[in-house]
Structures are given as C-alpha cells and as structure tokens.
C-alpha cells in the first residue's frame, strides 16, 4: 500500500471524534488477509496495517444481510462464515492486535495503531489510548498542546 494523502477529518461540526483520513494506492484485496479466531471473533491484520474482522454468532447469521464471506485462515484452510457482524475495534483491541477505525479511499476501515499514529502525527494530531470503564481500549486524535507564546516562555528575572 502506498499513501498519497493523509489528512484529519476534526469533525469540528459534529459531537463525533476526529478520524483519520487517507489516500493510497495498492490497498489489499479481501483475499490477501489472513484470519485468526478467538472464540467467535475473527481478526486478521494484512503487512500495509490494514485490518478486517468479524464476530460471527452461528445463532444470528444476519449481519451484512445475511452474506457470507470465504475466510483465509491462519492454518491454510478456509471458513466460511454467514451473516457476521462488524464490531468495535475497542472490543477487538482486547483480545487482538490494536487497531483504530480510519477512513481510506473514502471507505471506513481499520489500521494497526503503529501506522495510524505515525499518520496522525503527519497530519498534525496525536493518537492517545484510553481505556473505558468496562476495559475496551480505544485511540482518540487530539490537537496537539498549543505552543507558549514567547513572552510567557521568558525569565521575569531575565535582563532582556
């Protein structure tokens, strides 16, 4: 994958959290991830960061529809899985890799929190992990510190 553009949406009109956004080219293929399950989740992370999963629950086959999906897994077989849901990378980031939610091509994703915060530092933020209250960890953008105007940056004792 290669990123031609990277900016921060700050959602300043709306109560939303501030997203990252970028641009690449040579973005993988849903065939090229790799999945490992926990339980009923599945996770997989691509080399470029990028990250898919799915909770799948054999009892609900609803989400996206009804759909299945023909999943690569880390052992070299393929699951197929119909009607998983998406869920939150604050409950994924228990039990995987951290991830933060982005928006690339101008489709939302997720990527590795390694690639996202050294994005978001490019476009001017910095990505800060918080932990709820029930454990899910999340990564917000925040606007970096305002810099001290110079005078309040001076000595009152200094001969200047």
């Not at 080219?25 to 470029?48: I, R």
Request: net charge negative; charged share 25%; glycine share 8%.
């Amino acid at each position: 994958m290669k990123i031609t553009n990277v900016e921060i949406d700050w959602m300043e009109a709306w109560a939303n959290d501030p997203r990252l956004k970028f641009t690449a080219t040579d973005v993988p293929d849903f065939s090229e991830y790799v999945y490992t399950k926990k339980g009923n989740l599945y996770f997989a992370q691509h080399e470029c960061g990028l990250a898919s999963f799915f909770s799948h629950d054999p009892n609900n086959e609803t989400g996206f529809g009804g759909r299945g999906f023909e999943l690569n897994m880390a052992d070299g077989t393929t699951e197929t899985i119909k009607g998983p849901w998406s869920s939150r990378c604050s409950v994924l980031n228990m039990h995987f890799p951290h991830t933060t939610e982005v928006t690339y091509n101008r489709t939302g994703g997720y990527l590795d929190v390694e690639t996202a915060a050294w994005l978001v530092e490019k476009a001017g933020g910095k990505l800060v992990k918080h932990t709820t209250k029930h454990g899910e960890i999340r990564y917000v953008i925040e606007r970096p510190a305002p810099l001290s105007h110079p005078s309040e940056m001076l000595d009152p004792e200094a001969n200047v």
